[in-house]
């Protein structure tokens, strides 16, 4: 008997364990978006007191497998979502159903965050020279550095500047200079080609500047052959140069595309301002029967119309009324955009220079607009420069609608010589009050 007794405990020692086993179970669910009932996938549930989590599938599914059944909380949670706690009870879970949880839509809450504009960084600083002029290419940058600047005081050249003892230096993209070279005379400026090779322009002559193995290799050219066959033209497209007449000292001027194998030249368009014009041909009627006589007889010989010659004759284009006209062309993703401030349109061509339309503008209207558009030559983008409170400002425009981007603020107040490139916005400044030389600085604007 007491053998039996004791064959009877272990055989329960045996069975009690699979009998606890028996009780396993698992725990099924979806959870769904309450306002679309669709299954949310990624949503983390944790088994509240214990280290058990699973994560819903793409069709809003998970489970848990259990030993004991019994009240157990879980805590659901989803980026996008009102995390919740759920209660599920043993008879819940003893039904083998999934449980259905939907999850509410909320909107994450993110802390507060000062977004900052980095400051203008600066490109070239000498404490024994100053930046004169520069121009900014794929390649790099180009600067003229002078020790002194002298004036020039001939009557029609009051105020213009020319700077002594120049230096031109060439920097890497990474503003790093590879090198420099003392400019031979006086320089005034830096100008560049319709294919943005940089040239000095000096005061007896002119030089194109290049690479060379030595440092900077300068190519001489006069001042006659800079003014009458180089810079006339502006820009180009394959097998074209883009260029203009314009006279400073008249109303009026055209566009022409010069065809490099034809030799041959096309006008584009023509720019007048009506208004100016009408007061430029006036003049004549204003002039003494003499004098009216002299501008016939000069415009029979050069058949030249008599007003025209009789607005030069009067010198209007020295009166303060007097102002040539602005509608500067760019090329635009292979469009030909002349920008023209007196018929108010963007005039576009194509590349064969047939017209494409017109698109209206008003910013020139602007009283804080400076009369001057830049172009990124990387991208593009033409901006139209304004200037209030000390700042000037930059804004691109849509060529396509004539619409203005928003306004990017140069950071220093009364930035000069102003170029973009790159998404930047090149500038010289000067620390005023301070014994800063003038110094080259670039700011991010896109």
């Given at each position: ?15 009690l ?10 725990l099924?669910?979806?959870i ?11 949503v983390?549930?944790?088994?509240k ?8 599938d ?7 497998a ?31 159903e ?17 977004i ?28 003229l ?7 020039v005081?001939?009557?029609?050249e ?14 890497d993209t990474?503003?790093?200079e590879?090198a ?19 040239i ?8 194109v500047?290049?690479p060379a193995?030595?440092g900077?290799a ?13 810079l ?15 006279d ?11 065809d ?7 006008r584009i ?7 100016v014009?009408e ?18 007889d ?15 004759m ?9 102002k040539?006209?602005y509608?500067p062309?760019f ?16 005039r ?16 020139h ?15 593009g ?5 304004f ?20 306004e ?26 301070t014994l800063?030389h ?9």
């Amino acid at each position: 008997m007491k053998y039996l007794l004791s064959m009877i405990m272990v055989i329960l020692g045996l069975l009690l364990p699979l009998g606890a086993g028996a009780q396993r179970t698992v725990l099924k669910g979806v959870i769904l978006d309450d306002a679309t009932s669709k299954p949310l996938g990624e949503v983390h549930i944790r088994m509240k007191g214990t280290s058990l989590v699973a994560v819903s599938d793409d069709q809003g599914r998970f489970e848990f497998a259990l030993d004991r059944p019994k009240v157990l909380a879980l805590e659901v949670s989803r980026i996008g979502y009102a995390s919740q706690e759920v209660q599920v009870s043993a008879y819940a879970m003893a039904t083998g159903e999934p449980i259905l949880i939907r999850m509410v839509p909320s909107a994450v809450q993110l802390p507060e965050v000062t977004i900052q504009r980095s400051a203008p960084e600066v490109v070239y600083e000498r404490n024994d020279l100053h930046v004169g002029d520069y121009l900014t290419n794929d390649e790099g940058v180009w600067i003229l550095t002078y020790e002194r600047p002298k004036l020039v005081h001939r009557e029609n050249e009051q105020g213009k500047q020319v700077f002594r003892e120049g230096r031109l230096h060439m920097l890497d993209t990474n503003f790093v200079e590879l090198a420099s070279v003392r400019l031979p005379t006086d320089v005034c400026r830096l100008r560049h080609d319709a294919a943005h090779r940089v040239i000095v322009e000096g005061t007896v002559c002119a030089w194109v500047a290049a690479p060379a193995e030595e440092g900077i290799a300068l190519e001489q050219i006069s001042l006659k052959t800079l003014h009458e066959q180089v810079l006339p033209w502006t820009d180009s497209i394959p097998g074209n140069l883009l260029g203009s007449n314009f006279d400073a000292t008249f109303p009026a001027f055209d566009h022409f595309a010069f065809d490099v194998r034809q030799q041959t030249s096309r006008r584009i368009c023509s720019v007048q301002d009506d208004f100016v014009m009408e007061l430029f041909r006036s003049q004549y009627k204003y002039m003494s029967g003499h004098d009216k006589v002299v501008a016939m007889d000069l415009a029979r010989e050069t058949g030249v119309d008599a007003e025209i010659i009789a607005g030069y004759m009067t010198g209007f284009h020295n009166d303060l009324y007097f102002k040539p006209p602005y509608a500067p062309l760019f090329v635009v993703n292979d469009t030909l955009c002349v920008f023209d401030h007196h018929k108010e349109m963007i005039r576009r061509f194509l590349p064969d220079l047939t017209a494409v339309d017109e698109v209206p503008i008003t910013y020139h209207k602007e009283r804080t607009w400076k009369t001057r558009l830049l172009q990124d030559a990387r991208d593009g983008t033409v901006y139209a420069v304004f200037a209030r409170n000390l700042r000037t400002w930059l804004r691109s425009i849509d060529p396509n609608t004539g619409q203005l981007g928003p306004e990017r603020a140069l950071d220093h107040p009364f930035p000069e010589e102003v170029q973009v490139h790159d998404g930047h916005a090149y500038f010289i400044y000067r620390v005023s009050g301070t014994l800063q030389h003038r110094t080259l600085y670039r700011q991010r604007i896109k």
